[in-house]
């Protein structure tokens, strides 16, 4: 299509890139002319991952023994922090110590949004009540997960930006802030394949983490493992230290809530979620729990166990996603490549695990990607939503949800954005000429 | 056992009742020797109540289409109000248009906790978060449901308790309280077979409550219809006016959050919860309920729809639950009028549905029955316990679940329990006499 395949377009004559966007908007309205309707703006599990958990509707039935290992019937009330077995499973998975872990509900997304909501109104462990501080803030790493974003926000918590590399977010900026200012109270992380770069943090970033001396004693670290056993590829995996273990070795026990749930596993919205954390928390959080509930559904927690057997059975059902998933994210990442590369206009993330690629543009040019996809028929995730208030300052990062559409409605997807993307890019930086401004290259460091 | 059945204790002599107290006292020592374990003090259905919902566990199936009427897959994310035929069925439940119904998770009291914890933080349809008032109370018609109590002592709200009557609450002083102290946000009601005493509100109490004019324009009734459809007698039911569209004919339409849940249709625990309210609240509630959460277990609710097929289901199901429960409020009630009749030492009341009888004995006697039955191996629900701050001024209440233990069982507890009151009463007659006090009669009015 264009004359000089992997040719910057920074490098590119006005000539040059006239001619290239007139290619581009010609390929670009037959994609507005086939009608498309593709939707990569959640990580949501497609149909064929879902398939493959149907044996969890088979596993209990009428003449099931509801009792779980202790005797307790399953059916009834009672159980505020989960049958034993499946703490034990969900202990398993997260790599604590099933004392260590609470179960909740269907969502860890509520155990989290009810973490924030009870320091604001009983503060942690005894402090002050958030709300009764004249600020709150949270360090977000960016880009990062919207719906933390949101439960802060709606919380009336400043949220501060700190960068995110390959390794984990910045460390020196979170160790100066959090031990400099005391309305810091808290920190969101995905810290393995995270959301929505699918970086893992290194050993030293975790490490940092748990020696962190912040200057508020109620300052937690929200460790949301989402993606913890969600692998791509069982030959390549990230792994990353425990972070409860760690705090407890670097003398912070009690700095961390770290969150997961079988959402991405079983069925998204009916499986099970929990907290680990350590048992002053753990004592802090019972104090409220049980004015909030008599107990979560057992019933599930014991579908669940009995379903996977135990950590080894979960393991095994993940490489069955994982082959759904990989050759998702493969597709999507050959074509970027085939269309991008060379062309200083963006990278894009190859991440080994998670739910997401990350793509980053020039800058200015996200929001109207987006918008571009959108008027073909393909919704991403709307610009800006990595950032706290929506707002990336310099409109780059797009987050890229490759689970949901089938591998032939993602080819089509993908060559769309990296279409709306080159024409974007060009018009981007033939504005900027006009202006004399210096468009920045954008590759992968 | 005892010479003149049905002769009032206080007009006994002294040396009778020392008589009676001896008589008793070996009685109650044979109830020690036996070492009875029997709990009577929650709401807990029993193992043959959960055995009638087994069929639960077999609706759904790894051949079921898993997706609700809309086309939706019910496996995957999204949906937050509820999918709409369980929308329906709780609506059907609860007397509301399913539009005015939001589906929640296992339990009614987190929606209860919910909606208090917002309105602290967030107040109610943008009115001033209660947590920065000087003061936030609410009204507690006693005796009550502790867990509600057990919410609104958690966030500081202060209790001011309001008598109940066989028609309902004290409606003079709620009118009085309501329409002039703007501190009170929210009254606790559970409208028909109140907890403890299986009372239910007559039509004009309903009417009152709905043309009621409070100075709080964020004062909410919190309307927990925990026991809508859970008659014990299919040709004795009580009826109460539907309280949403009440308060819609009175021109307060926002006035009310109304509860409810299956926890004691299908499984306590693994049921689905549900909260009725105008579109106003609704908006309110989901403007904060987004953050909380992506959706609740969309396959558990259409697991109910499915087993169920329609409130026809359901409520003949119910019947299958008052065949089991009737039986035991018969045999507690038999039992207490045989050996308490004429005393003069307490009532109990006779409900037509719901879980409880609520026993009302001499004034100062309560703890010490509940202490004396607890000795002999029978727990009920702690004295007090029916009072905001579990303090019961004068002492007076016992809360009977007779859901969970065999008749058999029932009847030897009801029969201790009888017993303990008898003794404690005879010893607080004679103690009052000592000191010169009055003993007032209890019987029933």
Known sequence: MCDETNKSY?????????SELEQLRTIYKKYQRRGLNLNMARGKPCKEQLDISMGMMDVLNSSSDLCCADGTDCRNYG??????????????MMENNPKDVLIYGNSSLSIMYDTISRSMTHGVMGSTPWIQLPEVKFLC?????????????YFGIKMIPVPMFHTGPDMDMIEDLVSSDPSIKGIWCVPKYSNPQGYSYSDETVMRFARLKPAAHDFRIFWDNAYCIHHLYEDKQDHIIEIIAECKRAGNPDMVYKFASTSKITFPGSGISAIATSPNNMED???QLKHQTIGYDKVNQLRHVRFFGDIHGMVEHMKLHADILRPKFEAVEDILAEELTGKEIGYWTKPLGGYFICFKGLEGTAKKIVDQCKKA???????GATWPYGIDPKDQYIRIAPSFPSIEDLKEAAK???????????EKIMENRKNNVETVAVVEK
């Not at 159980?79 to 398993?92: H, K, N, P, S």
């Open 377 to 383: 028929g393909v919704t991403l995730t709307k610009a």
């Open 141 to 153: 790493p960016v880009p990062g997960y919207d719906r933390h974003f949101g439960i802060t926000e």
């Open 79 to 92: 159980v505020l922090g989960g049958i034993d077995e499946a703490r034990e499973l969900m202990g398993d």
């Open 10 to 18: 920074l490098k590119m004559t006005d000539e040059e890139l006239q």
């Open 285 to 287: 959080i019972e104090e």
């Open 416 to 426: 769309l954005l990296s279409i709306c993307t080159r024409i974007v890019s060009i």
